[in-house]
């Protein structure tokens, strides 16, 4: 084939492929889960949040963090060692979505505190 007809063939399909990726790529838009219960058990999360409610039990500790997106989840803690939590934390969660009662839960591998919130009432 001549350089010219290779040229024009190499930009017809180029532009028609830019066009069929366009076309496809709108109709194939990836879902985003609103809230935890849209993750499929084992997945990896991370979460911040400010710890609203905090639960210690013998050997976990059950934490409701209201998230930044305004999602209320709980996670389940199992420390090896002393863990100094306490309400009004704003903290950092990594660790794993598992079923509980119906309801997905977060079962926290890591915590870290980045924060705090303090009330008008507190000195």
Excluded: C, H, W
């Amino acid at each position: 084939m001549q350089e010219k007809t290779l040229f024009r063939l190499a930009l017809t399909v180029t532009v028609v492929g830019l066009f069929l990726l366009f076309v496809f790529s709108e109709e194939t838009a990836l879902p985003t889960p609103e809230t935890i219960e849209g993750l499929p058990q084992n997945k990896q999360v991370m979460m911040e949040g400010l710890i609203s409610k905090l639960v210690k039990k013998e050997t976990a500790y059950f934490i409701t963090l209201d998230g930044i997106r305004r999602e209320t989840t709980e996670v389940i803690l199992f420390p090896e060692e002393d863990v100094y939590l306490k309400e009004g934390q704003v903290v950092s969660i990594q660790g794993t979505v598992q079923a509980y009662n119906g309801k997905n839960e977060i079962i926290a591998s890591r915590i870290e505190v980045s924060g705090e919130i303090r009330t008008d009432n507190e000195n």
